[in-house]
């Protein structure tokens, strides 16, 4: 009789000199080769999502930054342009101080280089050009232009502004005025 072999307490498999003996290769139990699977596109890495992030939060910034610094000028220069229709008057001391305020606001919005410079015709086709587009709004129609230009040498004390048969009123002035500080402020 032979003698009784041992198993292994492991659940049945036996050990490299058992397998030696027994005939069979040892290295038949492993697995083959495998490739780990390939690196997708998504989800990007955590450094990606940090960039995003940091990009968009900047240009959320400078957008930020930008519309109150935009917003404050508007909102001051239109207190201002309401203090200045709220004083009584003739129109032409309202034409002239109007035009002052949209001097200052034209050099602050478009640069002292390209606004200071600027008087008569050449303030007149500057306002014509930079004034509000839309039919919604009321345009500065090149006869206001004309007007908030010569205002200063206007004759004082007259409460409408005649100028080339076209008559403007207080009204019409602060209208123009306050459409324009709106389109570019």
């Known amino acids: 009789m032979s003698a009784p072999q041992m198993m292994p307490s492991g659940g049945g498999s036996m050990s ?89 606001v034209a050099v602050r919005r478009f640069g002292r280089a390209r606004v200071a410079s600027l008087a008569g015709a050449g303030w007149q086709e500057f306002l014509s050009e930079t004034g509000p587009q839309s039919s919604r709004r009321t345009p500065l129609s090149a006869d206001l232009g004309r007007l908030i230009a010569w205002a200063p040498y206007a004759p004082p004390g007259s409460s409408t502004l005649h100028l080339a048969g076209v008559e403007i009123g207080r009204e019409g002035v602060l209208a123009a005025a306050r459409d324009w500080i709106r389109w570019n402020t």
């Not at 490299?16 to 699977?37: E, F, I, K, N």
């Not at 240009?59 to 930054?65: D, E, K, S």
């Open 16 to 104: 490299a000199p058992q397998m030696m003996a027994s005939g069979g290769d040892p290295l038949d139990g492993l697995r083959g080769l495998h490739l780990p699977d390939a690196v997708g596109a998504w989800p990007p890495a955590p450094g990606w999502w940090a960039l995003a992030l940091s990009i968009v939060a900047v240009i959320g910034l400078l957008l930020f930054v930008r519309r109150v610094r935009r917003a404050s000028l508007a909102h001051h220069a239109l207190c201002e342009l309401d203090r200045l229709g709220a004083t009584g008057g003739d129109v032409q001391a309202l034409a002239s101080s109007v035009s002052t305020l949209l001097r200052r």
